[in-house]
């Protein structure tokens, strides 16, 4: 596949806009766990923090509408009660996480400030920024991202070759899970069908109107990004492993990539960081509110009213959750995710199926019982792992978070098979 510039530019925009605080702060401390067992980790991780957000993109290419196209085979209401709680949850949990990563990790070192001074600041920013769309593709692909890149790329280097403390032995005993679900905290599948509609309607206002080869620049813009995404993830794992002999198996998130980069960096590894914290949060932040406001923009007769209302709501959202404590932010999320991303992710693999394979019939019946079946999940999230765990241990996968993955292709095969026989 041969990239031109515009595919380029707009892949290391996406690449920006994905990369953000969960991006930063995960991989490291999965790496740091799993010790020898990395190699697992690092395929659940990228199962679902990489390859899934790219469908996502992909899928987008195909349809080139709004994130209601992705659910609205199942129903129009459906459709749009889905699209409510995905951006709900954007500009509620991942957005303002970026603002107490960026606190945490980038202001907190330095100064002794509030984290409401951080949000506050932080959100201003990223409303000027979102309030200037059409510039967004551009500024983030051609300035934020490579400087990203090159002070990441520094940091796992040096740790490859650094004379660090033996490996120590870490005890996981699910590094495949583990990872997949520390996968669900980068918020990609959900960033996925967010910000590939920020590229479309990017691509529109750049005067791209030709549907045929949109879906090449939007196609080869998701496969840049997971290259890259793929790329730094692997590393920062790897980099976590190799260093763990250097901290305490309770290490935090925030604390291990700090300590990581001041071990490949020197002195100078805190200011490093707090560059890349800032740059790799603020771009996510960006991209999660252009979204939202695009969306609502779009389903409210396409008034500029309506965007910058949404802009600034999302703002203000940010500003007072953002304050919060990163850990508290990530712990609060983790029902949340059960309850949407299996739903999201067989969605997903649905809109990029070609449209014979997948009837509106067969899309709900595959929808609900995926549904259905990831329900024990979310209630063992919500504490009620003792009750939940006999019915979780008797389906496939299903201690391993899945279990709802074969019932659903299961479900996709037989009423293909059906369907293709009634026709006959």
Same mark, same amino acid.
């Given at each position: 596949?041969?990239?031109?510039? %515009?595919?380029?530019?707009?892949?290391?925009?996406?690449?920006?806009?994905?990369?953000?605080?969960?991006?930063?702060?995960?991989?490291?401390?999965?790496?740091?766990?799993?010790?020898?067992?990395?190699?697992?980790?690092?395929?659940?991780?990228?199962?679902?923090?990489?390859?899934?957000?790219?469908?996502?993109?992909?899928?987008?290419?195909?349809?080139?509408?709004?994130?209601?196209?992705?659910?609205?085979?199942?129903?129009?209401?459906?459709?749009?009660?889905?699209?409510?709680?995905?951006?709900?949850?954007?500009?509620?949990?991942?957005?303002?996480?970026?603002?107490?990563?960026?606190?945490?990790?980038?202001?907190?070192?330095?100064?002794?400030?509030?984290?409401?001074?951080?949000?506050?600041?932080?959100?201003?920013?990223?409303?000027?920024?979102?309030?200037?769309?059409? %510039?967004?593709?551009?500024?983030?692909?051609?300035?934020?991202?490579?400087?990203?890149?090159?002070?990441?790329?520094?940091?796992?280097?040096?740790?490859?070759?650094?004379?660090?403390?033996?490996?120590?032995?870490?005890?996981?005993?699910?590094?495949?899970?583990?990872?997949?679900?520390?996968?669900?905290?980068?918020?990609?599948?959900?960033?996925?069908?967010?910000?590939?509609?920020?590229?479309?309607?990017?691509?529109? *206002?750049?005067?791209?109107?030709?549907?045929?080869?949109?879906? %090449?620049?939007?196609?080869?813009?998701?496969?840049?990004?997971?290259?890259?995404?793929?790329?730094?993830?692997?590393?920062?794992?790897?980099?976590?492993?190799?260093?763990?002999?250097?901290?305490?198996?309770?290490?935090?998130?925030?604390?291990?990539?700090?300590?990581?980069?001041?071990?490949?960096?020197?002195?100078?590894?805190?200011?490093?960081?707090?560059?890349?914290?800032?740059?790799?949060?603020?771009?996510?932040?960006?991209?999660?509110?252009?979204?939202?406001?695009?969306?609502?923009?779009?389903?409210?007769?396409?008034?500029?009213?309506?965007?910058?209302?949404?802009? *600034?709501?999302?703002?203000?959202?940010?500003?007072?959750?953002?304050?919060?404590?990163?850990?508290?932010?990530?712990?609060?999320?983790?029902?949340?995710?059960?309850?949407?991303?299996?739903?999201?992710?067989?969605?997903?693999?649905?809109?990029?199926?070609?449209?014979?394979?997948?009837?509106?019939?067969?899309?709900?019946?595959?929808?609900?019982?995926?549904?259905?079946?990831?329900?024990?999940?979310?209630?063992?999230?919500?504490?009620?792992?003792?009750?939940?765990?006999?019915?979780?241990?008797?389906?496939?996968?299903?201690?391993?978070?899945?279990?709802?993955?074969?019932?659903?292709?299961?479900?996709?095969?037989?009423?293909?098979?059906? *369907? %293709?026989?009634?026709?006959?």
């Amino acid at each position: 596949m041969k990239f031109n510039k %515009k595919t380029v530019i707009a892949g290391f925009a996406l690449f920006s806009m994905f990369f953000g605080a969960g991006n930063l702060i995960l991989p490291p401390y999965i790496g740091n766990n799993a010790g020898d067992s990395w190699g697992l980790v690092t395929i659940g991780f990228l199962l679902s923090a990489v390859i899934i957000p790219i469908l996502a993109v992909m899928a987008h290419g195909k349809l080139q509408g709004t994130m209601y196209d992705i659910g609205k085979k199942i129903s129009p209401l459906f459709s749009s009660v889905y699209c409510l709680i995905i951006y709900l949850i954007a500009i509620t949990l991942p957005s303002p996480r970026t603002a107490a990563v960026t606190h945490e990790m980038a202001i907190q070192p330095f100064f002794d400030s509030h984290p409401i001074l951080t949000s506050l600041i932080y959100f201003i920013l990223v409303m000027i920024f979102a309030l200037n769309r059409s %510039k967004i593709i551009s500024i983030l692909g051609r300035y934020l991202t490579p400087i990203i890149v090159l002070i990441l790329l520094a940091i796992i280097v040096i740790s490859f070759g650094g004379a660090f403390a033996p490996m120590a032995e870490r005890s996981m005993e699910a590094p495949f899970k583990s990872g997949m679900l520390e996968g669900y905290q980068t918020y990609d599948a959900i960033g996925g069908i967010v910000v590939g509609a920020v590229l479309i309607i990017s691509l529109r *206002i750049a005067g791209e109107n030709d549907y045929h080869e949109n879906r %090449k620049i939007i196609n080869g813009a998701g496969l840049i990004s997971g290259i890259g995404l793929a790329t730094i993830y692997t590393g920062l794992i790897i980099a976590g492993a190799l260093t763990n002999g250097e901290f305490a198996d309770d290490a935090g998130r925030t604390a291990l990539l700090s300590g990581l980069s001041k071990l490949t960096l020197g002195d100078a590894g805190n200011v490093f960081l707090s560059v890349l914290v800032a740059l790799a949060c603020f771009t996510t932040a960006v991209g999660i509110v252009t979204g939202v406001s695009d969306y609502f923009k779009g389903i409210l007769g396409q008034s500029d009213r309506v965007y910058i209302w949404t802009v *600034i709501i999302s703002s203000i959202l940010g500003i007072a959750i953002g304050q919060f404590d990163v850990h508290y932010i990530i712990v609060v999320a983790i029902p949340v995710l059960m309850f949407i991303y299996p739903l999201t992710i067989i969605m997903i693999l649905l809109n990029v199926l070609p449209d014979r394979w997948v009837t509106p019939g067969v899309f709900k019946l595959v929808a609900g019982v995926t549904f259905l079946f990831s329900i024990p999940d979310f209630l063992s999230s919500i504490g009620m792992s003792d009750s939940m765990a006999p019915l979780k241990s008797a389906l496939p996968l299903g201690e391993s978070s899945l279990g709802w993955f074969l019932p659903a292709l299961i479900t996709l095969l037989f009423s293909g098979i059906w *369907i %293709k026989m009634r026709k006959v």
